[in-house]
């Protein structure tokens, strides 16, 4: 019953062997030991499972593992390059954006994604790059000012 | 927890078809997932057999034409939020699709789906029921065309014979001094619509009189309905703000909206009547421009 | 040079790293090899005799591996009020009876998630259905069933707070204001719902791993429920996705976890589904307020009069804790010369009721902010003036009840005053109102197991210069490992680089109460204040030997890693030099520094308190009575700021949880069944919905306080919902006095009015 699985996550190609009912997220947390993407309901709603899948922000648990053959993933365990790290996580730290953390895997891929798409978004795109995971600590204005000041060009990549 | 169910990722709509055919109600498809695939995690839909048709690329597609706009089942919500035709044409579909759940959803959920899922309070159907759209499902059988207004039966029910797939949406191209627009009411911007009202208006060259109209309601009935009475408020008159008060009233009774935690039926039917009003002088409005 | 090197000033989070890389292992990612997925059934009823418990097909069922019911417990029942041990009425495992929808009857372990929940399915359980009441003001009347045996009316514990003479006040009042007012429940939604990784091995020791704000309490309890001794027990909280309150009572997925693994002898997980965490977890406690005020007709109030039914749930919890709470902080923060207070907290067949982030202060403030805004407006007094002529002062006594120190409720104001004033004219349907607060530095009392709560902290000196702090203060993500190294690295005069800090792991850090009660900063920062002290202390005593004599201990200091003479700064040596040679020099002793801290003597609630007036700007669409909250601006003092990122992203986090209890937060339930138990159900505010916010720091300086800081955290969820109703006042005249204010109730007062205005 179970079937092949070709896919990247984080430049790595993986080849698994999964049953149907396998979530994306499942793939990634319990296969793959990635366990940056969190899951914080069961419908949708929180967006701690966000990855970013050939270049858009999906909630890795609402797709079918399968869905994703040949897919492209990228997690946050992929964002950082061995200790150096890319300027949204930068701006995180400067910024407090993140206090228990739990969402925050989910927030810095939904804030990847919508910087690729757009690389100069409005403070109001912003906030709707945002608007699908839920933070119950920061109020979510510490992350839209990390965001903005990624936008503003205030961190460079590399050390 | 999700059972388990044998899967199958067709690879063209011929073998989707096939497929459907060979396991009718024992299978059910899944596109982009975004609906169907939390009932499933919650235990509410438990297929045996699961024909995954997200491949499909043939499906997904926006082709712009004279007689108006083609849109693959398969097309998802993002694409028609980004489309330049759609964004210059039809900037009612842009700007619903783009208070649709959550971009995550709209990355990968399709409007085919979400007209599949036949959510009452869903965005996209009274939006193409104002725009006056159509939509073709296919089967091994043939093509069967409808109009989207009579695609939805009952909640979370659709006129989909085993068998059949829905393939293609069309938008008929608007006559001209056309205007439509379409808001939902909620507490939570992205949330689930607690009332949507979506209004399409053609008027006369010049003269501002109503020549067509049409009212979605979507949230206050077990499917998207269309406000009929109101309509006949408005077609053949002069557009005033008195004369879309008088609609909004006549449309607050004829939706039948139910009360839940979210609101009572009695402030359902006032939203109805306010926002019928006020998205009826938005389309007014785009319809002079 | 600033005063100090390190406190006050913008650091990254000590656990930033590890968590902005996903690298942050919290119990939900942890794994053990040989481990077994656990899950919890639980009452499908809200009171009924639990006749028949039949496991016999599960233990059938390949991949179970143990199966649990109240039958393989010892029999106790606890409570967190463990000194009373009439409060102690919570089995978690239900023995005999369950008492509201979500009460646990069995647990299962099994080789994988999916076994255990089919196993679920299999266990048989046979009711005797009981009749049930949901609502307190119902429970304790005669006609309602009793809950607990020998609780007469229902009525878990009630709370008197009385100073002066209410009755004679009132005569001498001009104008008298009574009202009622119905405060909602609030789930925690913690993005980690509460999970355990309990493991009982063969040397019938147990190692639980668990996301809690209060690894002491859960050694504590579950030695408890086992049977066995604190010692056998190490609980550890790695990393915690949030706690707001709902994380410090031993709970379902703890327990349960704890008994499989003694059974089997394997690590055992249960982490509660999102549907249990909102109904089987606790919650905010609802309240009934009725509220009378007495004032004279230039606005000095003088007598209030307050009683309180609160909807206890199933169990006690910490809800008793939540009743006094909310009849003190229903005093604040003004001088009432007369006050009275009377609180009863009701047993009823609902998910019990507990403690969340402001503890029965954000109910109190709510209802106290809008009955004095009321009284103003009823005097033609302004609604800043009549809180300026009442407000708490600086050393200030609530007569009989706590000494205020600090105090920097006038500024704050001051402040809100100006940023008003700044705002100028507000476009139509547009309202800015104000609310005050003033909030508690952690409780003096500690109902747990000694008279007076403590913390205590352990620091010790490596031979590298390097610094392990040990603090039994749990980090769930409020920053407290931040703020207490900031503390451990300025009193030590080292870089907070150089700091590790061990915290919440019973086995190795000395114990803490725990994170609640907005304790952290004030109780632990003392303590670990105190630990750095004597560890410095020791170091000074060997640099002022090699520095010329003991005598000049006295004026040494430690600051950026130099050791220096207080008087001629130029004279020092390398803290990094005095170390090696200090621990190098001993009898192999290493340098450790001990500290502790009681509130003890420091009056009678809590030592020092937090005060803040937060100001909230709506705009209502008065056709469906839709608001916005377009901004909220907060002048708070919380006495030193340590930590100033950490400050605002208190504040701003409060303004979502706060702001949400005011506008759509709620658990409607139907007959005792939780009728929105998803995050697609249960609104939140997300960042579309969310306000611009603003932050006005007043400078204060708390003596009690580590370097003079107090609390920020808890109090600033307490002004927001009184905030708002007040600016829906301002902006089209309505008064709601229920939470949640809902537009549909906004748009049936605004119908009101106008069927009001036309009949006259």
């Known amino acids: 019953m179970k079937k092949e699985l070709k896919l990247t996550v984080n430049g790595q190609p993986y080849e698994l062997y999964v049953k149907p009912k396998t979530l994306l997220v499942q793939v990634l947390r319990d296969h793959l030991g990635l366990t940056g993407s969190k899951r914080g309901c069961n419908d949708s709603s929180c967006g701690a499972c966000t990855v970013v899948l050939n270049g858009m922000a999906v909630k890795s648990c609402s797709i079918l593992a399968l869905q994703a053959d040949g897919a492209e993933v990228l997690t946050v365990e992929g964002l950082a390059r061995g200790t150096e790290l890319r300027p949204i996580q930068k701006a995180f730290l400067d910024h407090g954006a993140f206090q228990c953390g739990f969402c925050t895997s989910g927030m810095l891929m939904a804030s990847t994604a919508l910087l690729l798409e757009n690389p100069k978004p409005t403070k109001e795109q912003i906030k709707e790059g945002i608007d699908g995971n839920i933070c119950r600590c920061t109020g979510y204005n510490s992350i839209i000012r990390a965001v903005t000041a990624v936008v503003k060009g205030e961190y460079k990549e590399g050390k | ?289 | ?760």
């Open chain 3, 1 to 760: 040079m600033s005063k100090y090197s390190v406190i006050g000033t913008r650091v990254h989070r000590v656990d930033g790293p590890e968590k902005i890389t996903g690298s942050a292992k919290y119990t939900f990612d942890l794994t053990l090899p040989n481990m077994l997925y656990g899950k919890i059934l639980r009452s499908p009823h809200p009171h009924a005799k639990i006749l028949k418990i039949d496991t016999s097909k599960v233990e059938k069922l390949i991949g179970v591996k143990a199966v649990v019911t109240g039958k393989d417990t010892i029999g106790k029942k606890q409570g967190i009020w463990r000194r009373f041990p009439e409060l102690c009425d919570e089995e978690i495992l239900c023995r005999t009876k369950v008492r509201y929808i979500g009460d646990a009857v069995a647990a299962v372990a099994a080789i994988d998630e999916d076994t255990a929940e089919e196993a679920l399915d299999l266990i048989d359980v046979e009711y005797e259905l009981l009749p049930a009441v949901f609502n307190p003001l119902e429970a304790i009347t005669e006609e309602a069933p009793q809950i607990h045996e020998g609780v007469e009316l229902n009525i878990n514990i009630n709370r008197h707070i009385e100073w002066g003479d209410v009755d004679e006040a009132f005569k001498k009042c001009d104008h008298i204001r009574e009202d009622q007012f119905v405060c909602s429940s609030q789930a925690h939604v913690c993005m980690e719902t509460h999970c355990a990784l309990a493991h009982f091995d063969y040397n019938n020791k147990l190692t639980v791993w668990t996301s809690t704000q209060a690894a002491y309490y859960i050694q504590a309890l579950l030695a408890d429920m086992l049977g066995m001794r604190e010692g056998d027990i190490r609980v550890i909280n790695p990393y915690t996705g949030g706690g707001f309150g709902s994380k410090f009572e031993l709970d379902s997925a703890q327990f349960c976890a704890a008994l499989l693994s003694q059974k089997i002898r394997r690590p055992v997980k249960i982490v509660l589904s999102r549907e249990e965490e909102f109904t089987a977890t606790k919650r905010r406690t609802p309240m009934y307020y009725f509220l009378k005020l007495g004032a004279k007709k230039d606005g000095t109030m003088l007598a209030k009069e307050v009683r309180v039914i609160t909807e206890g749930g199933a169990y006690t919890a910490m809800g008793a804790t939540a009743l006094y709470l909310t009849g003190f902080f229903s005093s604040f923060p003004y001088k009432y010369p007369n006050y009275r207070y009377d609180g009863y907290r009701a047993y009823t067949n609902t998910a019990p009721t507990s403690a969340m982030r402001g503890f029965g202060a954000p109910q109190s403030t709510f209802v106290g902010e809008s009955q004095i805004d009321m009284m103003a407006e009823d005097l033609g007094i302004d609604p800043i003036e009549i809180r300026r002529k009442n407000g708490m002062t600086p050393n200030y006594e609530v007569p009989g009840q706590a000494f205020i120190q600090s105090c920097g409720l006038h500024q704050c104001l001051d402040k809100i005053e100006e940023h008003i004033k700044q705002r100028g004219k507000l476009p139509p349907n547009h309202g800015i109102g104000i609310a005050c607060y003033g909030f508690m530095s952690g409780g003096i009392f500690n109902w747990f197991d000694t008279p007076y709560a403590f913390s205590s902290a352990i620091v010790r000196i490596n031979i590298d210069g390097k610094v392990d702090l040990f603090t039994g203060a749990n980090e769930i993500g409020q920053g407290s490992n931040t703020t207490l190294s900031m503390i451990c690295a300025e009193e030590l005069g080292v870089k907070l680089d150089d700091i590790r800090i061990h915290s919440a792991d019973t086995g190795i850090c000395p114990p803490d109460l725990g994170a609640w009660g907005s304790r952290e900063t004030l109780h632990n920062g003392n303590a670990v204040k105190m630990a750095a002290a004597d560890a410095k202390r020791q170091l000074l005593e060997f640099a002022a030997a090699k520095m010329g004599g003991l005598n000049i201990v006295h004026d040494l200091d430690i600051r950026d890693c130099r050791v220096y003479l207080a008087d001629r700064p130029e004279r020092g040596l390398s803290y990094y030099d005095v170390v090696k040679e200090a621990t190098r020099g001993k009898d192999g002793e290493a340098i450790i520094g001990r500290g502790h801290y009681t509130p003890h003597r420091k009056g009678m609630i809590s030592p020092a308190y937090s005060f803040g007036v937060q100001a909230a700007e709506v705009e209502v669409d008065p056709e469906t009575g839709r608001y916005k909250l377009v901004n909220v601006t907060t002048a708070h003092e919380s006495g030193t700021v340590i930590n100033p990122v950490g400050i605002e992203g208190q504040l701003e986090g409060a303004i979502m949880m706060a702001g949400g209890y005011g506008y759509c937060e709620d658990q409607p339930m139907d007959e005792g069944k939780i009728l929105n138990p998803s995050i697609a159900d249960y609104k939140l505010i997300r960042s579309l919905d969310m306000p611009e916010t603003k932050i006005l720091e007043i400078d204060t300086y708390e003596p009690e306080g580590p370097f003079g800081a107090k609390e920020a955290g808890e109090g600033l969820t307490n002004p927001t919902a009184g905030a708002i109703a007040n600016a829906l006042y301002k902006a089209v005249g309505v008064r709601i006095n229920t939470l949640p204010i809902t537009p549909e109730k906004v748009f049936r007062a605004l119908r009101e009015k106008e069927a009001k205005k036309k009949k006259k």
């Open chain 2, 1 to 289: 927890m999700l059972k388990d169910f044998e899967y199958f990722a067709p690879k063209t709509l011929k073998e989707a078809l096939a497929l459907l055919d060979k396991y009718q109600d024992e299978c059910k498809v899944i596109g982009g997932g975004q609906s169907l695939l939390i009932l499933m995690r919650q235990g509410l839909v438990a297929p045996q057999y699961l024909i995954s048709i997200k491949g499909l690329s043939e499906l997904s597609y926006i082709k712009d034409a004279k007689e108006g706009l083609k849109i693959g089942a398969l097309t998802t919500h993002r694409a028609i939020e980004k489309s330049p035709v759609i964004q210059k044409k039809f900037s009612v579909l842009a700007e619903m699709e783009r208070r649709l759940a959550s971009i995550q959803t709209r990355n990968w959920g399709t409007i085919g789906g979400n007209l599949c899922h036949g959510e009452p309070a869903g965005d996209p159907a009274p939006v193409l029921m104002a725009l006056n759209a159509t939509l073709t499902t296919t089967s091994l059988r043939g093509e069967r065309n409808m109009a989207v207004g009579d695609f939805s039966r009952d909640y979370f029910e659709v006129a989909l014979e085993p068998g059949e797939l829905l393939t293609e949406i069309q938008v008929p191209a608007a006559p001209p001094h056309t205007g439509a627009a379409y808001t939902k009411f909620n507490i939570i911007e992205s949330d689930l619509a607690t009332v949507g009202v979506a209004v399409s208006v053609t008027l006369g060259a010049g003269d501002g009189v109503c020549q067509d109209v049409r009212i979605a309601l979507g949230a206050v009935a077990p499917t998207p309905i269309r406000a009929k009475k109101a309509e006949a408020v408005l077609k053949g008159k002069k557009i005033t703000d008195n004369l879309l008060k008088e609609a909004g009233e006549v449309a607050s009774t004829e939706a039948e909206p139910i009360s839940d935690i979210v609101a009572s039926e009695e402030y359902r039917r006032e939203l109805v009547r306010v926002l019928v009003a006020r998205v009826g002088k938005e389309a007014f409005a785009r319809a002079k421009a």
